[in-house]
């Protein structure tokens, strides 16, 4: 905790466009460790719903470095206050992006991951399995979902990176 606080005061000194990303990078870190070692020694949907609050903080982490940045070229005229104009104007500036707006899709299901009915199987097995209900359908998260999931939150770094050092 105490280093933590330290890294975020030096960045705030600091203030360069790599400093922005290291808040991000340490949250995918702990997601991976989630995803690729927690998960495949417990296979528990704990340690699923876990993982979609860590991915949740680094999208929201990274929407909000976003809007920082796109004040700062111009590029939106003030960031929102409250997280749906955040969502909205991310939308707005990545509105060609397939995979950025995906990206936003598995937010806005993350945001209420905790308030969502859930229902567990197959714990400590190969095909452990949470079925979350999610406006009106029924969604499938497990080990290849989760796959899918990473892959599309690789792309989506990228594409912040990218924009934070445009």
């Not at 903080?57 to 909000?64: G, S, V």
């Amino acid at each position: 905790m105490v280093a933590k606080k330290k890294s975020g005061g030096k960045r705030k000194i600091d203030n360069n466009k790599e400093g922005d990303m290291e808040e991000i990078i340490q949250e995918k870190i702990s997601a991976d460790h989630l995803l690729y070692v927690s998960l495949k020694y417990t296979k528990t949907c704990d340690v699923i719903i876990n993982l979609l609050i860590r991915w949740r903080k680094m999208i929201e982490t990274a929407i909000n470095e976003i809007l920082k940045h796109a004040k700062k070229k111009k590029k939106i005229s003030s960031v929102p206050s409250n997280p749906i104009g955040k969502i909205e104007a991310a939308r707005t500036l990545f509105k060609k992006d397939k995979n950025f707006q995906e990206v936003i899709d598995m937010y806005e299901m993350f945001r209420k991951i905790e308030e969502l009915r859930k229902e567990r199987s197959g714990e400590f097995r190969k095909n452990v399995n949470l079925k979350v209900f999610y406006r009106g359908e029924e969604i499938n998260i497990n080990l290849d979902k989760l796959k899918i999931y990473a892959d599309n939150l690789e792309k989506f770094i990228s594409t912040t990176k990218q924009f934070l050092l445009s």
